[in-house]
């Protein structure tokens, strides 16, 4: 079992629908969490940052983290066909340089 | 200012040949790591550097992989003897400081392809 569970998708919505994004993980330790947005040919961009549990928000972005059921997600309101690209979580314990990441989820979003 | 630069951007090469890949970090930033990134399996820790200190190895697959970090600046990853299972996207990333609370900024990748 891989320490993050994250679907592949491919998720595909039209303009303006609101997308949640999900992982799972199975280790305790993780503190950190984190989403990035990586276009076609391009390196992963951090989008969010969360430590612990709680949500977050930035504009049309939310992310939510639930350590009791070790589960994250990303909710994007009003998706835009430019949000179209492969999302990322990632994950770390306190005191560690390394992060652990999901395989990503492609999302489409379609005009 | 300048993001994290990687070169090449593509490379080809044959089966049993060596290949170096480069990574220019973002000027000041003292953490440089190097994952791959395979079809389906997300991104792969391969090694981190911080400073002056011993770098971390712990994810290189085998010991045909070997990096290294001049001048706490440029860092090289080289794969010798290159095996078809070896072709995937190289990220090299650099962060401000040490530690998962400090965001990592990704250059575009070299993407490698063994035939």
């Known amino acids: 079992q891989k320490e993050v569970e994250q679907d592949p998708g491919p998720l595909s919505v039209p303009e303006g629908a609101i997308v949640s994004l999900n992982c799972t993980y199975s280790n305790s330790a993780f503190q950190y969490f984190m989403w990035y947005r990586q276009y076609s040919r391009k390196g992963p961009e951090l989008l969010m940052y969360?430590?612990?549990?709680g949500n977050k928000e930035d504009g049309r972005f939310t992310a939510q983290v639930d350590k009791s059921s070790k589960y994250i997600s990303l909710f994007i309101r009003d998706s835009q066909p430019s949000d179209s690209a492969t999302y990322l979580c990632?994950?770390?314990?306190?005191?560690?340089?390394?992060?652990?990441f999901g395989t990503g989820t492609r999302l489409q979003v379609f005009p | 200012g300048a993001g994290v630069s990687q070169s090449p951007s593509n490379k080809v090469t044959e089966k049993g040949k060596d290949v170096e890949l480069r990574c220019d970090p973002i000027?000041?930033?003292?953490?440089l790591y190097w994952y791959r990134q395979s079809l389906g399996q997300g991104l792969e820790f391969l090694i981190y550097?911080?400073?002056?200190?011993?770098?971390?190895k712990s994810g290189l697959p085998s010991d045909r992989f070997s990096a290294e970090r001049t001048g706490g600046s440029v860092s090289t990853l080289t794969i010798q003897r290159t095996q078809q299972e070896d072709s995937a996207v190289y990220l090299c990333a650099s962060s401000l400081t040490q530690g998962a609370s400090s965001p990592l900024h990704f250059g575009n990748g070299t993407r490698l392809t063994v035939t």
């Open positions: 990632a994950m770390s314990e306190v005191n560690t340089d390394k992060l652990i």
């Open positions: 969360t430590y612990s549990s």
């Open positions: 550097f911080q400073g002056n200190s011993a770098p971390d």
């Open positions: 000027s000041g930033h003292t953490a």
